[in-house]
């Protein structure tokens, strides 16, 4: 036979995938539904107080992990006991009695008795498309991508109600999804904070044009939480992004030491705070602290950074350049492009706050080519960053005890 698949879009609903199958030997054919979407982020529910013909003729969509219920009839359709299917109340109708009517023949043979209940059942399911009286339909899928047409819109139908929830830990589970704990803490309002990207006004630092900032709280595997901050000005095109440690000061400063042996190390992930140095021996570089900011970028990024930074100063390699100081500063940029997996080279990070990260590819093991180091930060290193003038304990007065 021939599968023909169509992708349409369902007005006030979702792209759907539509899949029919015809046989011309047999004249047998199928159509099936599939979601062209990812899973909801929340799980849908329609309840459709079915009145007249004309509801019996609204166009559903079921997925094949979605139940339907009548509850007058105190009959369901439990979830994917059925393909997904794209048709009308009363065709879902009609597909259930066939459902049932299918063995019957075997029935009246083996078990008459529950063959004439099941008849009896056929009976009232017919007797719902006479419409002789009203009842209830309910469609509840955990995927959230079941629909009921509401014929109506995009004004309010007063018959149809749509309720969307949280999936429990079940259903999830049922889906394929992730289970969450079925003791699992509600999360607090820090927990939510985390999952949004926060935006603030401000104005842009190249052309002072209102702008707005993005901040988001990022965790970093093996590491801590981090804040990437971003700014994108509509009225120049600048654009900047920044990162903020999430964390406080460690006790103790951190020395990082890569050996770059191999071109995937330049696809390392970086967290440079604004408090790290850089230096790379074989091309006696050194990047001073507070250099570039703090960035959350990969070893290629950041040394494509220190490329830009340095081509962009007008007094290296600008019209106020040397020749001498121009063809050292080109031989240098020349060496830093050689950089690249395949010239080994040491790439050193010393950050005093131990606030920056370079990534182990082997985590949770060791990297061979990779060093970290604690030590114990200097009184200048102290003063840099303000700690030795920093009182945290006992610094209120002495009155204000007594008040």
């Given amino acids: 036979g021939v ?12 792209e759907i995938i539509v899949s029919s199958f015809s046989c011309d030997s047999c004249s047998w054919s199928n159509t099936e539904i599939q979601s ?9 529910r329609y309840t459709l107080a079915v009145t007249s013909r004309q509801d019996m003729n609204r166009e559903v969509v079921k997925t094949d992990c979605a139940m339907a219920r009548i509850p007058e009839l105190d009959f369901e359709i439990p979830a994917f006991s059925q393909k997904g299917v794209l048709t009308t109340i009363e065709g879902i109708i009609d597909r259930a009695v066939a459902g049932l ?7 009246r043979a083996t078990d008459e008795e529950v063959a004439r209940k099941i008849d009896e059942f056929i009976g009232k399911l017919r007797q719902l498309k006479e419409m002789n009286s009203p009842f209830t339909f309910i469609i509840d899928d955990p995927s959230g991508n079941s629909f009921v047409e509401n014929p109506h819109a995009p004004r309010r139908d007063d018959a149809l109600v749509v309720t969307h929830y949280r999936r429990t830990p079940q259903q999830a589970a049922m889906l394929g999804l992730e289970g969450e704990e079925v003791d699992a803490k509600p999360p607090d309002a820090a927990e939510d904070l985390r999952d949004e990207v926060l935006q603030f006004n401000t104005n842009c630092p190249e052309c002072n044009a209102p702008a707005n900032t993005n901040m988001k709280v990022v965790q970093i595997p093996h590491f801590k939480e981090v804040i990437i901050m971003a700014t994108n000005c509509d009225s120049c095109g600048h654009r900047t992004n920044e990162v903020k440690s999430g964390g406080a000061i460690e006790p103790q400063g951190t020395r990082i030491t890569l050996r770059i042996t191999d071109p995937s190390d330049m696809t390392r992930d ?8 850089v230096e790379i021996p074989e091309l006696e570089f050194e990047l001073g602290m507070g250099a570039l900011g703090g960035k959350f970028t990969t070893l290629e990024g950041l040394l494509k950074d220190i490329r830009d930074l340095v081509e962009r100063n007008p007094f290296t ?11 050292k500063l080109q031989e240098f940029i020349g060496r830093l492009q050689e950089v ?9 990070m010393d950050d005093p706050a131990g606030n920056s990260y370079l990534q182990n590819v082997y985590a949770p093991e060791e990297d061979p080519e990779l060093r970290v180091e604690r030590y114990e930060r200097t009184f200048e290193q102290n003063e840099d960053l303000g700690l030795n003038d920093m009182k945290t304990e006992g610094y209120e007065p002495e009155g204000a005890s007594g008040r």
């Fill in 340 to 348: 690249n997996g395949k010239k080994k080279a040491h790439f050193i």
């Fill in 101 to 107: 009517e299918q063995d019957q023949p075997v029935r």
């Fill in 317 to 327: 390699l600008g019209d106020s350049s040397t020749p001498s100081r121009t063809g």
């Fill in 36 to 44: 062209a979407g990812r899973i909801q982020e929340q799980g849908v």
């Fill in 3 to 14: 599968t023909r698949l169509l992708l349409t879009r369902i007005p006030f609903f979702k």
């Fill in 270 to 277: 970086i967290l440079k705070s604004e408090t790290c140095s």
